[in-house]
């Protein structure tokens, strides 16, 4: 699948930016500098989101199909997955690590 980036406000660009750096951050929690498949899968408790529906979200975010995700790659696929397809719920999934205490802004 390929996203449709569409325009935001700089400040929401931003903001959205750091969202995913801080996603990425906790998926990378061996600080390896990437993302793989796994590491998705070991976060669904803490996303709120079943097997299926994770990876649905790697494949659509891993553009050139290597297997795993570069901080580049999770920040572009995350903010045009925002903007296009909220079904999966990634923002959602920030609201459940909030809310829960087990994100970084807890």
């Known amino acids: 699948m390929i996203f449709e980036r569409r325009p935001v406000p700089n400040g929401l660009e931003v903001l959205l930016e750091q969202k995913a750096a801080d996603l990425f951050a906790i998926c990378d929690q061996e600080d390896k500098g990437f993302v793989t498949k796994r590491d998705m899968q070991r976060m ?34 995350f903010e045009a997955y925002l903007g296009v397809d909220a079904k999966v719920g990634m923002l959602s999934c920030f609201q459940h690590l909030i809310t829960n205490g087990n994100g970084p802004y807890a």
Do not use: S
């Open 44 to 77: 669904r408790d803490k996303l709120a989101l079943d097997p299926d529906q994770l990876e649905n979200v790697f494949d659509a975010l891993d553009q050139d199909h290597n297997g795993y995700l570069t901080l580049e790659e999770f920040t572009q696929g």
